[in-house]
């Protein structure tokens, strides 16, 4: 229990009031204006309820709608909902009824503390402040919304990459299903010739999509998968990307699995039909970690004996880190198709091209040279061992790998 503002302006008054009027007078009203005060404030402890709407599972970085509301309201009354760093609460504080959205910075379990509350007495020179409530949990997953955005971008043949021409899922099965216009990068054994000459353009044979594939993410939760990236981490990125993968897999009846791994395994979740929400309840809440990452140990977690697309979502920074990973890949690339995915950061690639106006500008700039060569090192390396390579800015990244997935599923490369 604590004064008001205007108790304790009330109190300085009769204080000042010493100087006009005898001092008993002026204690004995400063004394009424403390008994009102306590008075007040004992009165603000009234039983209140709370009703709330506020949701126990987010995907981070998109914003949710929450409520919270007196029954009945109060005229005196003030809510405030706390929140860790974690989570972003706007508005925090409204009189009676708090309505407004939380945001997710951080993938995981997090604590929405219980809502505050401040209740004035009916004179308003004591107060009250409580909590109301229990504490709520929040999960917050990878970012679902864009992975649902894909997997039905890719139903519906709308699926677009950095503004190519959308295209939808294609195979290279036994069925065949019909005759379109000749795309980018359509297998040269998809060409119809007898197609193209009649219509005087390129035409390719369109199959029905092979179902019933593995797909299993290789995720990498070492110590460089803890990066910030912008605004983020390559592992939120990573993870992000393995959502819409596995809703892509979903959507195209194929099987989807993960392995989540370190210097040891963390996770392992085999491939299954319409695993995609099993794999992001496994790997939501994964951490990156300080220890160096143990790629022969996941490759040989992941090797089955039915040939399978793998996804090695990891750190491409430069030949050396990525020794380890081009040393493993041979054991997947035997048998199985391999796609190594890591997401790029612009901001290296923006220092390359930025003017030079300083020592520092040059310095930084040929910084960024030595990173991008010693990539390219390692994204060469990578494709000679049999890997395929996919890199992209993280805002692409995840459309990215299910640009390569369909890719390979049309080259019957599963």
């Known amino acids: 229990m604590t004064p008001t503002p205007l108790a304790a302006w009330l109190l300085g008054a009769s204080a000042v009031s010493a100087l006009l009027f005898p001092w008993p007078l002026a204690l004995f009203i400063s004394l009424v204006v403390v008994g009102a005060a306590a008075a007040d404030a004992f009165s603000a402890r009234r039983e209140v309820r709370l009703s709330s709407d506020i949701p126990g599972l987010l995907a981070r970085g998109v914003p949710v709608a929450f409520s919270i509301e007196l029954d009945p309201a109060q005229a005196t009354a003030r809510l405030r909902q706390p929140a860790p760093p974690d989570l972003v609460v706007s508005p925090a504080e409204s009189p009676n009824r708090l309505c407004g959205t939380v945001t997710a910075l951080r993938r ?186 143990d790629y022969e140990l996941a490759f040989r977690a992941a090797s089955q004996a039915k040939r399978s697309f793998v996804v090695v979502l990891t750190d491409l920074l430069e030949e050396a880190a990525a020794r380890p990973l081009i040393e493993a890949v041979p054991l997947l690339a035997g048998r199985h198709a391999v796609l190594v995915a890591s997401p790029v950061d612009t901001d290296v690639e923006a220092l390359v091209s930025a003017p030079v106006e300083s020592v520092e500008d040059a310095y930084a700039a040929a910084a960024a040279i030595d990173v991008l060569e010693a990539r390219r090192r390692a994204v060469a390396r990578l494709r000679a061992s049999g890997a395929e390579v996919v890199q992209a800015p993280p805002r692409l990244f995840a459309a990215a790998c299910v640009e390569s997935y369909l890719r390979a599923k049309q080259r019957a490369r599963l």
């Open 108 to 293: 995981g379990r997090h604590l929405l503390p219980a809502p505050a509350l401040r209740l004035d007495g009916p004179l308003r020179l004591g107060r009250n402040f409580r909590r109301a409530g229990e504490d709520h949990e929040v999960l917050v997953y990878p970012d679902l919304p864009e992975a649902w955005r894909l997997a039905r971008a890719v139903r519906t043949g709308r699926l677009s990459v950095e503004g190519r021409r959308p295209r939808g899922p294609l195979g290279l099965g036994t069925d065949f299903e019909s005759i379109r216009d000749y795309q980018w990068d359509d297998d040269i054994r998809q060409v119809n010739w007898s197609a193209t000459v009649r219509m005087g353009r390129p035409m390719s044979n369109q199959y029905r999509v092979e179902q019933d594939r593995d797909v299993i993410c290789v995720v990498d939760a070492g110590r460089l998968m803890g990066a910030p990236l912008d605004g983020a981490t390559r592992l939120d990125i990573a993870l992000d990307a393995v959502a819409a993968l596995c809703f892509v897999a979903d959507e195209l009846s194929d099987h989807c699995g993960a392995v989540a791994f370190d210097s040891s395994l963390l996770r392992e979740i085999s491939p299954r039909r319409k695993g995609a929400r099993t794999v992001v309840r496994a790997l939501f809440d994964l951490e990156p970690s300080r220890a160096d990452s």
